[in-house]
């Protein structure tokens, strides 16, 4: 019996292994049925021949599954970056639809360049550059935009403006116009994608494209005036830089700051909620070098730029996907259809992938997102202001905006100018807050105070005159000051400033100024610049009850 188990177990890993790696495959097959049609539809957002998002897609999938850390996440064009493109260019070229193109191609490369210099020089620790508030109410109001140019190409208008102020004149001006056979095409495209969301291994997408082709020849579509994607021509262009203009550079390298920032938000929240979920370990620095990659090589083959949306991303969880070989697979499965389908493809109707586009977008339009700032009152104007910049600025000026309101809220954080004093509770080792604990007691002759914000140019003079004030209210019964830095994890130069004339005035009052719980920049940048007559041992990593016992023994 044993002998035959042997056997039996020799016989059988061939096949435990094609079973270990079978969920992925599956989810490959079922997540790429979706891959395709989005790609071909966020090439037309972003105004771009379709093989841009085609070329995208291949090179998302094939450095994110060679550079990447994340198991789940897919990474290819997305609709906010493909919106932003659109934007951008549009600002800078106009109708000229060839240079529209070159900046394109520059501006991804940038990306691409920025994603590889923020890995290499490790920012992934800064794993927010836009506030969870704002990116929502972003996302928001750029998913109505999005629906809305895509339901204008459903009905056959093209409008050439984003900001509704302008648009929606626009659109219900030529009302007379409306296709109405391209309504009913994108209608049914919609109600069968969300008929089909329902089974997560059923490739959707692709089941309506094909549907829609055909329709497109049974019904003979075009004649009603339903337009077809057209030809793609999927041939790699020969890598080169685009020829532009020294002006032209510096514009789009101002610009693919905002596009970095927008695709790592929404990159990184895809990663880190499902490595939460999961239990996964991340790797910022890793997935911003995947991230460099991707766009740097969809930039040279004239690709759009690439991130790691949470639509597909979620996708490809729900398909039971276990590995990045989910991403291997899709990428193999779509080698496939485009070396035998592609020239099926480019004979779907533009209704169809309008409704693909709004289908893909459609989880993001849930006001529900909203709830919990207005439960915990926090940050509710912040995110109505976000998607009103975005409805009434349109896409490029409400990501700008955006991107300042972030920035604002993190300066009021850290500009907030507010200390706290420490007394021991009982007879331990804690030192607290003695208004939110009453019972803790100040030690006689010593002052123990701690800045409740990093110290940094824009707040450390204000918090070190409250503390001077704090001491001057004391009077002479205090011999020593303990100023306790655990919220500083470094300091520049205004704050070393400040410091020491914070110290320069402590002395020239009779006082010793210790400084307690040292983050080691801080501690070593403090022994390179303290002033002659500040004492070393004066600068402490240790806790403030070891500074109290220090103050103590030198009196």
């Known amino acids: ?63 994110y599954g060679l550079l990447g850390t994340s198991r789940f996440a897919i990474v290819a064009a997305t609709s906010s ?8 260019t549009a600002s ?8 529209r193109m070159t900046l394109a191609i520059g501006l991804v490369m940038l990306t691409g360049l920025f994603f590889v210099l923020a890995g290499a020089t490790r920012m992934g620790s800064v794993t927010d550059f836009i506030a969870k508030p704002v990116l929502r109410g972003f996302a928001f109001g750029l998913a109505i935009i999005i629906t809305l140019k895509q339901s204008a190409s459903m009905v056959g208008i093209h409008t050439m403006h984003s900001d509704l102020i302008r648009f929606l004149p626009e659109l219900f ?6 296709n109405r056979a391209g309504i009913g095409v994108g209608a049914a495209a919609l109600i069968l994608l ?12 692709l089941l309506v494209v094909m549907l829609g082709i055909a329709a497109g020849k049974w019904l003979d579509l075009p004649h009603y005036g339903v337009a077809l994607v057209g030809t793609i021509h999927l041939q790699l262009a020969t890598p080169t830089l685009p020829l532009l203009s020294h002006a032209e550079w510096l514009r789009l390298g101002e610009l693919s700051i905002a596009m970095v920032m927008i695709l790592y938000a929404e990159s990184y929240g895809s990663i880190r909620s499902f490595a939460m979920k999961h239990g996964d370990a991340v790797a910022p620095n890793r997935d911003l070098l995947a991230l460099g990659a991707a766009n740097l090589l969809s930039g040279l083959f004239h ?27 899709a990428a193999l499965v779509l080698l496939a259809i485009v070396l035998t389908l592609l020239p099926t493809i480019a004979l779907t109707p533009e209704p169809v992938l309008a409704a693909i586009v709004i289908h893909a977008v459609s989880h993001t339009l849930n006001p529900a997102i909203f709830r919990p700032y207005f439960t915990w009152r926090r940050d509710r104007l912040v995110v109505v202001v976000s998607v009103i910049a975005v409805l009434l600025l349109g896409v490029l000026d409400g990501l700008l905006a955006s991107i300042a309101i972030s920035l604002l809220l993190i300066l009021r954080g850290f500009s907030q100018s507010s200390i706290t004093i420490l007394g ?53 019964t205090a011999h020593t000051v303990i100023l306790s830095l655990e919220e500083s994890p470094d300091l520049d130069s205004s704050s070393l400033e400040a410091l020491h004339d914070f110290s320069n005035f402590v002395g020239k009052n009779g006082k010793r100024l210790l400084l307690a719980r040292l983050k080691d920049p801080v501690y070593d940048i403090m022994q390179r610049t303290i002033a002659p007559d500040f004492p070393t041992e004066f600068l402490s990593a240790l806790s403030v009850d ?10």
Not at 81 to 88: G, M
Not at 173 to 178: E, F, L, N, T, V
Not at 194 to 205: E, I, K, N, Q, S
């Open 303 to 329: 690709g759009m730029p690439v991130g790691a949306g949470y639509s597909a991303t979620s996708a490809n969880e729900a398909a039971g996907a276990t590995s990045r070989l989910a991403g291997w697979a």
């Open 92 to 99: 800078i070229a106009g109708g000229d639809q060839g240079l």
């Open 81 to 88: 970056s493909a919106a932003v493109l659109a934007a951008t």
């Open 546 to 555: 070891e500074a109290v016992h220090l103050a103590l023994a030198k009196v």
């Open 173 to 178: 001006g030529q009302i007379a116009h409306w």
């Open 424 to 476: 021991r509770l009982g007879q331990g080792h804690d030192f607290v807050n003695m208004k939110t604990h009453p019972q803790a007691q100040p030690i006689p002759g010593i002052i123990i105070l701690r800045p409740n914000e990093p110290l940094f140019f824009a707040n450390a003079e204000r918090i070190l005159n409250q503390t001077l004030l704090t001491i001057s209210a004391a009077g002479e």
């Open 194 to 205: 969300f008929l089909f969301a329902r089974w997560r291994h059923v490739p959707g997408g």
């Open 1 to 63: 019996m044993a002998t035959q188990s042997a056997n039996t177990d020799q016989e059988n890993p061939p096949e435990s292994g094609y079973r270990k790696y079978l969920p992925d495959l599956l989810a490959g097959l079922s997540i790429a049925g979706l891959l395709l049609p989005e790609a071909v539809a966020y090439s037309s957002i972003a105004n771009l021949p379709p093989q841009a998002g085609v070329i995208a897609l291949f090179a998302g999938l094939l450095c």
